[in-house]
């Protein structure tokens, strides 16, 4: 089983954000040359909001992180997992929607138990 990156996402127009996460992904596979490295999964609407999974294959970032040498070491973030969802979060056009992003493991072991 591969390791991933595993990111909540929650957004208030599954299409639009679900379609820029898509290519923004491929677009990322076509330079570091990976393929089928990523899953999206549907979403589930609640309180205005719909909330998903996007699934990255860890050697898809890490490519990412070889690729860019230096400039990656620059995004902000602790891990190769945060500067990768900082990473994504700069390439989504924010045009008339919401969309915010979590690491799904630090969701599920937050203190607060809620998730």
Not at 35 to 51: K, L, P, Q, R
Not at 93 to 111: D, V, Y
Request: aromatic share 12%; charged share 30%; hydrophobic share 40%.
């Amino acid at each position: 089983m591969q390791d991933r990156v595993n990111i909540n996402v929650s957004a208030t127009d599954y299409e639009e954000t679900s379609k820029a996460i898509i290519s923004a992904l491929r677009r990322l596979e076509q330079m570091v040359h990976g393929e089928n490295d990523f899953i999206v999964t549907d979403s589930e609407f609640a309180f205005g909001w719909h909330f998903y999974v996007v699934c990255v294959n860890l050697a898809l970032v890490r490519k990412l992180s070889d690729q860019m040498g230096p400039d990656f070491e620059k995004i902000k973030g602790k891990t190769l997992e945060h500067k990768f969802l900082n990473w994504l979060d700069q390439k989504i056009p924010r045009e008339n929607c919401r969309i915010k992003f979590a690491l799904k493991e630090e969701m599920e072991s937050s203190k607060y138990g809620i998730f």
